[in-house]
């Protein structure tokens, strides 16, 4: 299932954050997403799972349109074109107990 993506721009030559895995129950994400409203550089979500309809509902709820991009499913090739400009990856965000 493809996911929209929401209006946030990534431009071509700006730094952001990139989140790419599972975007399922456990990760984090109801953490990750309100703390985003701290951070000045944007959110890139690569990736699908059974939590994505709940992440669009927090971006939606906290207003992060413009700061949270949700690109889906990509081929490792596109991936490696995002991975080159990124200016720091979340590689998991598993809650420790």
Do not use: H, W
Not at 29 to 45: D, G, R, T
Not at 65 to 79: A, H, Q, R, S, Y
């Amino acid at each position: 299932m493809p996911v929209e993506s929401t209006s946030a721009p990534v431009e071509k030559n700006n730094k952001f954050i990139l989140y790419q895995g599972a975007v399922n129950e456990g990760r984090g994400f109801e953490y990750l997403v309100p703390a985003m409203q701290k951070v000045n550089y944007p959110l890139v979500i690569c990736g699908d799972g059974n939590f994505m309809s709940q992440v669009k509902e927090l971006i939606s709820k906290y207003q992060l349109d413009n700061n949270i991009v949700l690109k889906g499913m990509l081929k490792p090739e596109e991936l490696a074109v995002l991975s080159v400009r990124l200016l720091l990856e979340l590689i998991s965000l598993k809650m420790l107990a």
